[in-house]
């Protein structure tokens, strides 16, 4: 993590929440700005550059996901949901809308806590290896978060990278979906592997892995993945 404190922004339009989560990640050492609609997180997001985005998804002049993807557009910085819809389309929504963790209302702000901490510290951790990994005609950037296959920037979202990145650096071994997730999103794997196996499937279209000559993820049935090289 980083010296400095790490900027939150916490976008809620329920005035009660808001106060208590920016209460509570200001106690345990954030720097904490807030915003109650689409507006004001719009303005946050002109002027400040926040570490963690905790976005409410229901607000009263848009939804969280035009914030995220708004954040997205220049940042692959930690993002949470908040939201009371709880099926697993509702999450996978989340997900594909650039989010890194879905906390479904109500919730244990102590939880919320927890999930911010991990998240920031991964991310950070991650963000200091500054190489540089080759597998053939797949490149990955791990400065920028980018994976680079044939000289052209794949495109991947920073769930997918860090799956990816995962997978490269444990090459030839298989990694089961729960430690994927446990590992990638930063906290224990409660939710269903489809998440994963949604990731993965978008990952290995946007490196082409079935066309790749030089390397694949490959499915191990009961097991999990691993990256190979051919």
């Known amino acids: 993590m980083k010296e400095q404190k790490p900027i939150v922004l ?14 509570m990640l200001t106690r345990h050492g954030y720097t904490v700005y807030t915003a109650e ?9 002109e002027n400040s550059a926040p570490d963690l985005l905790i976005l409410d998804i229901m607000l009263p002049d848009g939804s969280g996901y035009d914030v995220c993807r708004k954040f997205r557009s220049t940042s692959d910085n930690p993002v949470i949901f908040l939201s009371g819809k709880r099926d697993t389309s509702d999450r996978i929504e989340g997900f594909t ?55 052209a ?15 490269v650096q444990n090459e030839g071994k298989e990694i089961s979906p729960h430690e994927l997730y446990e590992k990638v999103w930063g906290v224990p794997s409660v939710e ?21 000559d030089d390397y694949d993820i490959v499915s191990v049935y009961g097991k999990g993945y691993l990256f190979t090289t051919l």
């Not at 609609?37 to 997001?45: P, V, W």
């Not at 920037?153 to 997978?167: H, P, V």
């Open 10 to 23: 916490v976008v809620e339009d329920e005035a009660d929440v808001l106060r208590i989560n920016a209460r």
């Open 37 to 45: 609609n689409c507006r004001q997180a719009y303005e946050r997001l």
């Open 97 to 151: 809308n650039g989010g890194d963790y879905y906390l479904t209302k109500p919730y244990d702000p102590g939880e919320l806590l927890a999930v911010a901490d991990r998240l920031i510290h991964r991310h950070f951790k991650e963000r200091e290896r500054l190489t540089t990994i080759e597998k053939g005609t797949l490149v990955l950037d791990i400065s920028k978060s980018r994976a680079i296959v044939r000289g």
């Open 153 to 167: 920037d794949a495109g991947l979202t920073g769930k997918e990278f860090a799956l990816l990145l995962l997978l």
């Open 192 to 212: 269903d592997i489809r998440t994963v196996r949604f990731h993965i499937k978008n990952l290995r279209r946007k490196i082409h892995a079935e066309n790749a």
